[in-house]
């Protein structure tokens, strides 16, 4: 997350997470330690590695995000 698009404080971290591997999966994920309780005004979602779709590895598709918090 990060409040001015340019420094960034991380959230959550998945390495080889096979929660969502299928099509028409979804799943939620809960953030928690210090930068919970932060505000942010951007959110970002980045690719480090492939994923396990055979035809494009480099694609990962969002269909639907919520995110829940407190309004400041």
């Known amino acids: 997350g990060s409040l001015d698009g340019e420094k ?3 959230l959550r971290t998945h390495e080889n997470d096979q ?3 299928k099509p028409g999966q ?3 994920w809960p953030v928690n330690g210090p930068n919970a309780l932060l505000p942010f005004r951007f959110f ?3 690719l480090t ?3 396990t779709a ?3 590895p480099w694609n990962f598709c ?10 400041r």
Do not use: H, K, M, Q
Request: with cysteine; aromatic share 22%; net charge neutral.
């Open 49 to 51: 590695g492939p994923t």
């Open 44 to 46: 970002r979602i980045i």
């Open 8 to 10: 960034w404080s991380g």
């Open 62 to 71: 969002v269909c639907f995000l919520e995110l829940y918090g407190y309004f």
């Open 26 to 28: 979804f799943a939620s």
């Open 54 to 56: 055979v035809s494009n």
């Open 19 to 21: 929660t969502i591997c």
